[in-house]
């Protein structure tokens, strides 16, 4: 599926782990997973960069705080740039999103499609943490 939507490479988490790997990457966007900023610096350039925007929780006290606290510490010390982002939903970025769409340049992928009635499943279905794309609630 990651190769249909255009990857040229993919690492199977259950298989292979990335920070233990000799291959070193320019940018690892974190969006799944709860490795520690220390563990991802291993998969990176001297001057690559680390961007956190994963909300899994693999902290025991405050979740994935943690490892947003560990990066912006470390960051000024070591050569790589550590950084976090989080999305910020706008009217604006929707209808460019809606474009892409539109003209094919971006296609969604959907999971799952529930009705209304049964979000309560959906959201159970999320948190399981698998859920392939999106899963879509229909009104
Ligand atoms: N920073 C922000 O502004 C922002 C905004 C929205 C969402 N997020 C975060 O983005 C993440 C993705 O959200 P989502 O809605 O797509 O749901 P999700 O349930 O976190 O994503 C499910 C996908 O993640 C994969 N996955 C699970 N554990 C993994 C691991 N250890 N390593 C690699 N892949 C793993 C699963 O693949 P398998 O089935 O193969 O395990 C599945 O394809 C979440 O952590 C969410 O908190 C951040």
Redesign the pocket.
């Known amino acids: 599926m990651v190769r249909s939507i255009g990857a040229d490479h993919v690492v ?3 298989q292979e782990d990335f920070t233990q790997s000799d291959q070193k990457y320019d940018l690892i966007f974190q ?5 520690s900023p220390s563990d991802c610096r291993r998969a990176l350039t001297s001057k690559g960069t680390l961007i ?5 929780s693999g902290g025991r006290w405050i979740g ?1 705080i943690d490892r947003i606290i560990k990066a912006v510490v470390l960051s000024p010390f070591v050569s790589q740039r550590l950084g ?5 939903r706008s009217k604006e970025d929707l209808q460019v999103l809606k474009e892409l769409v539109e003209s094919g340049k971006v296609s969604p992928v959907i999971d799952r499609t529930y009705p209304l009635s049964e979000v309560p499943e959906a959201i159970r279905y ?9 899963v879509v609630i229909t009104v």
Request: without cysteine; glycine residues 14%; proline residues 4%.
């Open positions: 199977d988490y259950t969006l799944a997973g709860t490795r956190l925007s994963s909300g899994e994935p976090t982002f989080e999305a910020k999320l948190e399981e943490g698998h859920a392939r794309g999106k």
